[in-house]
Each structure stands twice: as structure tokens, then as C-alpha cells.
């Protein structure tokens, strides 16, 4: 793991330009090596070192040269990650898919190109942006604990006021489950559950009770037969996981872009920011509480903010302006999509509109029509004759 | 500016998982020179071909080879930036302070390790994080049109709230004017001003009348002497740049970190996504709108999920715990600090406690006593003899 030209490298993506005043140092690479070689005769004591364990396993190490770079740049992420958290009793290694297949096939290790979490009996994946920034956010949220005890000391408004903030604004793709009197932990990814417990009262919940708040919904669903056993939760959990509407995080990015409907994304650009953006935001939520019954609906969030490196390719690949709102149905195979038609920015559709417009562009889908370009779909949202409800087409 | 080993950099700090699936691939560099070597001969040309020129003022290139790199990681941010944004007009350059002292003097460039970014007849710099990522976020604002028109396609329910959150949540450290039925532009910094028009009416806005917004604060400040001249409206802005309560954001940490207040800062930290976090920022607003009159009141909102990087560093210098809301007052000539002691999650201070906490250190710090230590000075909120006013100390 010593590349001499890895020395070359204080800095990963992130220059400070050196302030004056001290307190907003930026950590530079310190060039000590602090990644594993994960191997068959290691692994246990690693496992037992450590309270948690950040193992990257990946493709057998290439004999091209660029290849090769890519490899060690990643390595050099997680150096750079293990630095900085050096006093957080987290080990990092790497898994070689050839070379220690063996390992990687005890540790359960499947996908290559993850990072696996080990802590304490459980096993959590990454399969977000491979960025220092990402990965660092994400360990330390793992250092917390998953469940959020709310309790008499905020006052009834504070608490309306956090829950609305988290349901609609914060959480996300994040699932949350209210319970009452009850100090049951599950959770089967960490970070996915939030209970409530003496505030729930306010909530309306009753006595053992769990409610299950997908994002953007203002309305809980409540979690049928209670009382619940841990196994009864993460299996509700589990089958509902796939929200109506998500917002696409560097965190879990590529997890959500797997996490396709026969092949397709519905995908809408808005920027939160933005007047219209966010109009066109509550747009989609109203859509997507509208429809929440609907298994097989999924909107992906982006909001271009937060990705601004792949704006340009995004408006290149998709052909759409992302400085205005977008919505469109990407095919995840080769990237072809079609979009809606807001000619105007004052323009934007309503609720109504942007259902019809979705069943449409996905009923002709269904029949295998039109796909091949971005020209041949419809792409206005005047489709009057259109008298179908969106459940037809998605149940 | 040909460096062999700049080849051997496909990613700065992004290493993409290569997905299975279509439409999240992030850019690499893809080893072509973009980025200009201003000089006396080549700045006019440089600025007439681009809509918008990006330039960086670095120190004269240094012996040390350590330092070297260093220039040549700012560097390749730049050029990554360049060939992201390449097709969006936007010109990048770097200027040697003294190799190119001439031009930086003509061009008005003054410090060093800043970027200045040249369009039409402004200069905006840029004083932020240099990643890519922040670089390209912050030139694709500059490319949008800095003043909002909201018009009438907007129902009333969607601009109150759009207000709200832009005021409260999001526009953070920018500035917001609203003005009724009046199309003049103006801006010093871009970014800084939105005009609500049509709109206004709602907003009790008379004709005429300009009204500014500080973050957070909930009720504006009409701005005297109606109608307006640019250089008014400016210098009135200019005056009240500083806010009472401001968030560290990327784009302009360094900026904000600089503008230090007698060499202190106050600073809170809170993760908005965190229920205690939340609601101690809440308690941070009210603090901020009872003194918004104390000129010299300013409390920098750190929330750490922004800066995972940095959280360690922080935890280690200040020595406090960021799992948790913590405020203090940071010297930055030393970054010696003294913090609130909060002992329990759920005991955070009442907004009063935190007021008479934050009059209570700082009239210990203008004694000039006990500011060696992190133990030294009290860092309790228990003063129950503390009766004077805040506005006494700050006036």
C-alpha cells in the first residue's frame, strides 16, 4: 500500500486556502498508512479491535495503469477518512474480491465496490458518493444511537414544530416510527428509526402503538398488530420501504438509482431554493400523498444543489435546463429519457396535470412504444382525452 | 502548467462506484489544460472571450516541494471546475502575486489565495471552500439571474410559505429585499437581493417601499428615505451586512470567519436534523431577533453535518462534544474558547440564560481576564446575579 505518488497528495478535492485566523483548519492527508490489508489471518483481530469496522471490498487490483489510479484514489478517500477519525476507534481495511475472496466470502461481502460497516453483530452497507465528506458524515452517524428518545422537556410546540421539520423537510428518504411507552429497539439499517416515546401523546398515538411515517407524508400509517415483535417491524419496515417520493442523497445515491422500477426513474429536478422550485416541490408532494397507495410509484428528488458536479452532465445526457423545475422518466439501461413539457417558468403544472401526465408517458412505456429517443414520447401535458386514474396503470 | 503526475489524477476527492445503471456517472478529469496562465499579455483577451472569467490570485509559486503540491492540488480543483462547466462560457485563470504583480494590481486583486470572478463590470470573490464541488455550486449561482421575480402564478399560500423558508431556512447569511411595482436591479455582491413584486402587495409592501430581511429575523426593516438609488440601497446593505445570527456555510466560510468580531467569535453548534440540536437553534432565533438592534452581536451557527471533515478538529481544539448543541466564544488569534456547560441533553438553556450566559463571558473578556484557558472562565449558565441588559455590554 506505499505508492509514492499517494505522498503527492496532501489534499483530496478540498484546498484550504489558508486563513489568517485560526479554527477552520481543513485535515490534509498526513501520509501515515492506517488501512488494512484485510486477509483471512487478520480480519478476526480487526473485527475484535475496533467498535466498528469499515471494510471496502474491492475488484482484484488491475493491470492498467488507469485502472490502478482509480483504486488507489479510493484507498487514498479512506486513508484521508481514517485520519481524520483516528480517535473514534473505527478500523478501515480493504477486501481484495480475488485475493481474499475467502474472507470476503465468510464476511458475507457481495457487492464489489461497497463499503460493509461492521458493528457489533450487525452489518451495514455503503452505497453512497465515495467522498471523504460523505463517508466521514455517514460514520459518525453510525456512531450515534438510531433511536431518538423525545422527551417532557421539549415543549409541545418545539415538538410540532421538529416533527413537521423532519417529516417534510429533513428526514427524507429516512423512515420514521412513532411508538409510545414502549423502549423496543429495532432496526435493521441503522439510522432508519425514530421513536417517540413520552411526546407521543401529543401525537395521537395510543398505548404500544407504532406509526409509520413515510417522508413528505403529513399522515402515518399505523403498523397493524400490536404489539409487534422486532422481527414483525423490520419485516412491515422492510416491505414498505421504497417511499413515493425520495430524495436522491449523496449518501445512498447509487442505492436509490439501483433501487429502479422496471428499469425506469421517474425523475424530477427541483431546486429548493428556487420560488419555482420549491412550488414545483409542493407540487410533487402533493402528488405523491395523492398516490401514496401505489406501490409501484416512486419519484426520485434531485435536488441539482446538491450534486452541482453533474449538473452539466445531467443537462447534457438528459437534454433539460436545470435551472428550471423538470420532471421526466429516465431508462436507467442506457440513459434515454423523456420530459415533461413547462415551456414557461410561470408555467408549472398542477397536481392533476403532472398525474396525468406521469400515467401517460408510462402507459405508453408499457406498450414498448416510442422509447428510443428524447423526441418521439409525448412530452406535453395536455392530454386531455386522458381519463384513466394513475392506479390503473401502476396496480 | 503541464505536470506528468496531474495525468495521474483521474478524481479529486470522487471516486464514483461505477454504477450497473445509467445516469449518475461523475466527471473525471480528463487530463486536458483548461485553465489559462494570466499575464500583462493575455488578461483582455481572456476577458473579453468569456462571459464570466474565474481567476485565481496565488502566492509567487514556492521552492518547497511540499507547498508545491499544495498549488498544484488548487490547481487541479480549477481545472476539474473547467471541464465541468466547460460548455457554460466561463473562462479560468491563475495569477502569480508576484510573477504577475502588474495585472493583479490592474485588475484590482489584493489577497492572496482568494478567487475573483470577473462579469460584465462587477468583480464578486470568492472566499470559500475550494473544493470542486463548491467552486462549480457557486459559479452556476452567479450564472442565474440574481434578482426573483415572483408574479401572480404563484397562489398566496405558496409565497408564504416559499417566504418563510427562504427568510428562515434557506437564504441564511444572503440578504433579502423585497420592493413593491419597482424594477430597478441592483446589487454589490450577486446573489444578495430578491425582488418580490407583484407579490408584494401580500407582504404589505407600499409602493416604492424597499423592506430588508436579515436571516432569520421574522419582521423587516423598511429601508428609510424612499425612492432609492443604487448607491443607497447599497451602502444601506453594506451597513447592515452582518447579521445577528449567521450560518458558516461553504461558499464563504473563510469570509465569514474573518469577519471576527474583536478578534472573537461567538459560536454556536447544532445539527438542525437532530431534535436537540433543532430546538436549541430555535432558542439561537429568539436570542437573535430580541438583539438584532446590538450592532455588534453576531453569533456564527455552525451545523456540523455541513463540515463532517471538520468535526474531529473541532472536538479536539475546542474540546467539547458536537453529538450535542454547544455554544462558546472562540478567540481567533489562538482558537482558545470557553463553552456553555449544558450537562444534560435534554437541560438546554431558555433564551434568557443564553443571553445572560453570552453578556456574561464577553464582559469577562473585555476585563480581559481569565482568557488562557478553557477552564478559567465561567462556563456556567447559573449566574442568578447577572441583571444587567445585554444591549449594556454591547453598546
Request: hydrophobic residues 40%; glycine residues 2%; charged residues 30%.
Amino acid at each position: 500500500m506505499h505508492h509514492l505518488w499517494l505522498m503527492l497528495l496532501p489534499f483530496l478535492g478540498l484546498v484550504s486556502v489558508a486563513p489568517a485566523e485560526k479554527g477552520l483548519e481543513f485535515p490534509r492527508y498526513d501520509g501515515k498508512d492506517r488501512v488494512l490489508d484485510i486477509n483471512d489471518r487478520n480480519y478476526r483481530k480487526a473485527m475484535n479491535k475496533y467498535s466498528m469496522l469499515c471494510l471496502l471490498y474491492h475488484e482484484p487490483i488491475p493491470d492498467s495503469k488507469e485502472l490502478q489510479k482509480k483504486h488507489q484514489m479510493t484507498e487514498m478517500v479512506l486513508e484521508l477518512v481514517a485520519q481524520v477519525l483516528e480517535e473514534k476507534d473505527i478500523g478501515f481495511g480493504m477486501v481484495d474480491a480475488k485475493k481474499d475472496a475467502k474472507v470476503a466470502k465468510k464476511l458475507g461481502l457481495d457487492e464489489v465496490d461497497s463499503v460493509y460497516v461492521f458493528k457489533e453483530d450487525r452489518v451495514i452497507e455503503f452505497d453512497g458518493l465515495l467522498s471523504a465528506n460523505t463517508m466521514t458524515e455517514f460514520l459518525l452517524d453510525l456512531l450515534e444511537d438510531p433511536v431518538e428518545v423525545l422527551d417532557n422537556a421539549l415543549d409541545e410546540l418545539v415538538v410540532y414544530e421538529y416533527i413537521d421539520d423532519l417529516v417534510v423537510y429533513e428526514v427524507m428518504n429516512e423512515l420514521v416510527v412513532f411508538e409510545y411507552m414502549n423502549d423496543l429497539i429495532v432496526y435493521e439499517h441503522i439510522n432508519e428509526l425514530v421513536f417517540l416515546l413520552q411526546v407521543a401523546k401529543q401525537l395521537t398515538l395510543k398505548m404500544n402503538e407504532v406509526d409509520f411515517y413515510e417522508p413528505f407524508m403529513e399522515e402515518p400509517v399505523t403498523i397493524p398488530e400490536k404489539p409487534h415483535s422486532e422481527e414483525e417491524l423490520v419485516a412491515f419496515i422492510t416491505k414498505h420501504r421504497r417511499p413515493t417520493l425520495r430524495k436522491l442523497r449523496a449518501e445512498d445515491m447509487f442505492e436509490t438509482w439501483e433501487d429502479d422500477i422496471e428499469g425506469i426513474h421517474i425523475v424530477a429536478f427541483a431546486e429548493e431554493e428556487d420560488p419555482d422550485g420549491f412550488e414545483f416541490l409542493e407540487i410533487l408532494k402533493e402528488v405523491a400523498r395523492d398516490n401514496t397507495h401505489l406501490p409501484d410509484l416512486s419519484i426520485v428528488w434531485i435536488d441539482p444543489d446538491d450534486f452541482s458536479l453533474l449538473i452539466p452532465y445531467w443537462e447534457k445526457t438528459f437534454k433539460v435546463d436545470l435551472f428550471r423545475p423538470q420532471i421526466g422518466v429516465v431508462n436507467v439501461t442506457d440513459a434515454d429519457s423523456v420530459w415533461m413539457a413547462m415551456d414557461d417558468e410561470e408555467d408549472l403544472p398542477t397536481a392533476q396535470e403532472l398525474e396525468d401526465w406521469i400515467e401517460d408517458v408510462l402507459s405508453d412505456e408499457d406498450r414498448g412504444q416510442q422509447r428510443n429517443t428524447n423526441e418521439a414520447l409525448p412530452n406535453t401535458r395536455h392530454f386531455e382525452h386522458t381519463q384513466m386514474t394513475l392506479s390503473t396503470n401502476f396496480e
